[in-house]
Nanobody, 125 residues
């Protein structure tokens, strides 16, 4: 049974930082591309970042580039996203997702096979 469990969400002031974690089980983590998405109320789920199975390549949405850093620890079956300089437009439920690695970086929800339940990030101004 595949499980992705996010943690680390919470309330932070604008300009602050949070680190989200996603622990995976029931799959061969080191063979998977991992991604982070977010969904704000009334909006579609959007791509945030993705990381290759080795961790050697990372990709970011323009809206978070330079502020967020995705990383992974294959020994712990965990992917992270370090979020710095949080802005009022960053609040959302953040989801991690997984899929088999492909040559093209997957940035749409349809390209991912498994999803976590999400963790809420709130930014106060």
């Amino acid at each position: 049974q595949v499980q992705l469990v996010e943690s680390g969400g919470g309330l932070v002031q604008a300009g602050g930082s949070l680190r989200l974690s996603c622990a995976a089980s029931g799959l061969t983590f080191s063979r998977l591309t991992m991604g982070w998405f977010r969904q704000a109320p009334g909006k579609e789920r959007e791509f945030v970042a993705a990381i290759s199975r080795s961790g050697g390549s990372a990709y970011y949405a323009d809206s978070v580039k330079g502020r967020f850093t995705i990383s992974r620890d294959n020994a712990k079956n965990t992917v992270y996203v370090q979020m710095n300089s949080l802005k009022p437009e960053d609040p959302a439920v953040y989801y991690c997702a997984s899929r088999r690695e492909t040559a093209v970086v997957p940035t749409t929800t349809q390209e991912y096979s498994y999803w976590g339940q999400g963790t809420q990030v709130t930014v106060s101004s």
